[in-house]
């Protein structure tokens, strides 16, 4: 078999329905595609390749995918830290944003955050902001995989002036990258109390028609819920669902305030839940029941959302925040083990993103989105179980290497497709003229 790229590692975790801990495997690369994945020795001879790589004491897992963010306000990093959700959005986030978000904010925010998610293993994003098309240019050019939020909100701002306007930016998204091989768009309605019904109706009809997954907040906080009760007489879940938007197209975030039968409706109707765990309990939001989904059967990806709330975008952090506090939410140890936080951060990803045929796992056919982690750290010693060692040891500084549908992006921790000095350089331009503001 004739290859580009043969990598030997001391460990493979493919993430298939196996949930297998593969040794001294090889992983190979052809158009794009994971071509092989096969014992070093039967690779070795087997497979005729144009470059190998021999990576002693790494393991490679899929590309992490990070099911929810906003990256642009990595620029608002620490503006308002410490403050409940709405005393943060309204009297803080929202008025910066109205001051500040142009489509060179936008630029410059996805870059740094693209470069901050690539050195930590997000191969993947779906991201929801003002300015997508900024968003997916930036993503285009660096070679990251990108779920583009057609925001929809009610409120006038600089990005548009009413429901109706956002749409149609949204739709002109949607017709310029509908066949880009990495940037999908999908509908973002922010929530149920900042999008009024006619609105959520057309993104209804519209997502149907492209086939495009709807990405919004949902169930977020007490208050949230309470509002939307009191003004609409039902709770957000039930009001999406009296509207047709609970279904498999639905990628639902935060989701701290369920009830058991709004579990069983999420399961019963294959709708989507994303977790966030260090920002809701940075805003202290509440408590996400992942357990209690899981055992539901319902898919329960991961996010950091944005890095004003995080305050990062590291995803490997993400995955060990969920699996600990899901164990204290539910009361038992056993509850989300390490191989099911991985699963969160890949494979289920993929599917909640509507990519599952194309990237989440390490299957021969699938994307070549691939991550390379040295286990060789001290932070990763001694080896018992690689896997456990990914969800509870590693940090972001171990991720060695990183492919993009087997482009190599990063290459002994530095990308190759992005310039940190001039990111870094602007983000701290834009830190200096918001604060004196």
């Known amino acids: 078999m004739q290859t580009e790229l043969l990598i030997h590692a001391d460990w493979v975790l493919p993430v298939d329905t196996s949930n297998a801990t593969?040794?001294?495997?090889?992983?190979?690369?052809?158009?794009?595609?994971?071509?092989?994945l096969l014992p070093r020795g039967e690779a070795e001879a087997q497979i005729d390749s144009a470059k190998t790589l021999d990576l002693p004491g790494h393991v490679l897992i899929p590309g992490l995918i990070n099911a929810h963010t906003h990256s642009p306000m990595t620029l608002l990093r620490g503006l308002a830290d410490d403050l409940p959700l709405m005393t943060w959005l309204?009297?803080?986030?929202?008025?910066?944003?109205?001051?500040?978000?142009?489509?060179?904010?936008?630029?410059?925010?996805?870059?740094?955050?693209?470069?901050?998610?690539l050195r930590g293993g997000v191969t993947c994003f779906n991201d929801m902001y003002f300015h997508a098309e900024t968003t997916a240019r930036v993503c285009a050019e660096a070679g990251m995989r990108l779920l583009a939020g057609m925001i929809v909100v009610d409120f006038p701002t600089r990005y548009a002036?009413?429901?109706d306007e956002y749409l149609r930016r949204g739709l002109e998204l949607h017709a310029h990258y509908r066949d880009h091989p990495l940037v999908r768009p999908a509908f973002a309605p922010h929530s149920t109390y900042a999008v009024s019904e006619r609105p959520l109706a057309r993104v209804r009809t519209l997502a149907d028609e492209l086939e495009v997954q709807v990405h919004v907040h949902l169930h977020e906080t007490r208050d949230e819920v309470l509002r939307v009760l009191r003004e609409h007489g039902e709770r957000p879940i039930a009001r999406l669902d009296r509207l047709g938007l609970l279904g498999p197209q639905l990628v639902a975030v935060h989701m701290t305030q369920l009830e058991e039968a709004e579990i069983a409706r999420l399961a019963e109707?294959?709708?989507?839940?994303?977790?966030?765990?260090?920002?809701?309990?940075?805003?202290?939001?509440?408590?996400c029941p992942v357990a209690d989904l899981l055992d539901a059967g319902v898919n329960v990806a991961l996010g950091t959302d944005g890095a004003a709330s995080n305050n990062d975008l590291n995803l490997l952090g993400e995955m060990r925040s969920a699996a600990l506090l899901a164990k204290g939410v539910a009361g038992r140890a056993n509850a989300v083990p390490a191989e099911q936080a991985l699963r969160m951060a890949t494979c289920n990803g993929a599917k909640a993103l509507g990519l599952e045929e194309?990237?989440?796992?390490?299957?021969v056919g699938k994307a070549a989105?691939?991550?390379a982690?040295?286990?060789?750290?001290?932070?990763?010693?001694?080896?018992?179980?690689p896997c456990s060692q990914m969800v509870y040891a590693a940090s972001s500084h171990q991720v060695r290497h990183v492919w993009i549908r087997g482009r190599q992006v990063l290459r002994d921790g530095a990308p190759l497709t992005l310039d940190p000095p001039a990111i870094i350089n602007a983000a701290r331009q834009w830190g200096e003229r918001i604060a004196e503001d």
């Open 22 to 36: 593969l040794e001294q495997h090889s992983l190979a690369i052809a158009d794009g595609r994971i071509a092989a």
């Open 358 to 363: 194309e990237i989440g796992s390490l299957d």
């Open 269 to 287: 109707t294959g709708a989507h839940v994303v977790h966030c765990p260090e920002s809701n309990l940075k805003l202290s939001s509440g408590f």
């Open 373 to 385: 982690v040295d286990l060789g750290d001290p932070h990763t010693q001694p080896m018992y179980r």
């Open 161 to 163: 002036d009413s429901a």
């Open 90 to 117: 309204h009297e803080h986030i929202w008025p910066a944003e109205g001051r500040w978000v142009d489509q060179e904010f936008v630029a410059d925010g996805t870059r740094l955050a693209v470069l901050e998610m």
């Open 369 to 371: 989105d691939i991550v």
